[in-house]
């Protein structure tokens, strides 16, 4: 029986690109199962209004980074037929996946392993960036937003969506529970991964508060705003370079 891979570092100026990357290709299978279960179809709703922050000015190209298995990439596509949208990620079994639900659902995208905090495209590439609960995952913040601006062309928009720590008060503290007693267990028993699932609630509490992440799109040079979806489980941050 082979071990499950190291769990990851978790916080920012982290040296755990490899640790993130084997632990995403050890649970790809049922990654999609997991998130259908842990958010009880919640995640669906969250997607669609990044999705329409993201398609507000009608993007020719889409770059949806940390694509995972493309469940937002898709998402996008199927929103804006007409618009080209290209999904990235490190993780070549995340992204096999996402080529066969793409095929399956007859949508027409462009899935290719890259680095989020290299880029393999050219300078004002995209009309749109989007990252869908991937960018807490990323070892370097500031480097990330970095390659988003560069791959942005003038005018673009950057979209993140993802978990905020839970805030103070009573919602705050039962989602806590939920997240660091409750999820760890549900998605190590599905996964056969407990530790992919304990780095999940690790990882959401050492990413910064919606307000300092909005602080780093604006020290990168976005014009910056964010909104709170259910009661602050998640967040959408969008950022427009003017």
């Known amino acids: 029986m082979t071990a499950a891979p190291k769990k990851p570092s978790v916080g920012d100026k982290q040296d755990k690109g490899s640790d993130v990357q ?8 049922r990654y999609d199962l997991l998130n259908r279960v842990l958010s009880l179809g919640v995640d669906r709703s969250w997607r669609r209004e990044a999705a329409r922050e993201a398609l507000a000015f009608a993007p020719a190209r889409v770059l949806d980074a940390a694509t995972g298995t493309a469940d937002f990439a898709l998402e996008l596509k199927r929103r804006a037929p007409q618009s080209e949208v290209v999904g990235s990620d490190f993780v070549p079994q995340m992204l096999e996946i996402g080529r066969t639900k793409a095929a399956s659902r007859h949508l027409d995208i462009r899935l290719e392993e890259g680095d989020a905090l290299k880029l393999p495209y050219p ?6 960036v989007t990252c869908a609960f991937g960018f807490r995952n990323f070892a370097d ?7 988003f601006w560069r791959v942005l062309a003038p005018g673009g928009r950057a979209v993140i969506l993802e978990f905020p720590p839970p805030r103070a008060g009573l919602f705050g503290s039962v989602f806590r529970f939920y997240f660091q007693q409750v999820l760890p267990r549900i998605g190590g028993l599905i996964s056969g991964n407990a530790g992919a699932y304990t780095y999940l609630p690790e990882s959401v509490l050492a990413f910064p508060p919606p307000e ?3 602080d780093l799109m604006r020290a990168t040079g976005f014009r ?3 909104r709170l979806l259910s009661f602050g489980i998640a967040a959408i941050h969008v950022g427009d370079k003017l």
């Open 212 to 214: 300092r992440l909005a």
């Open 224 to 226: 910056t705003r964010y």
């Open 123 to 128: 300078d004002g590439s995209f009309d749109s």
């Open 141 to 147: 913040y500031a480097r990330g937003l970095s390659e």
């Open 22 to 29: 084997a632990m995403f290709a050890d649970i790809a299978p």
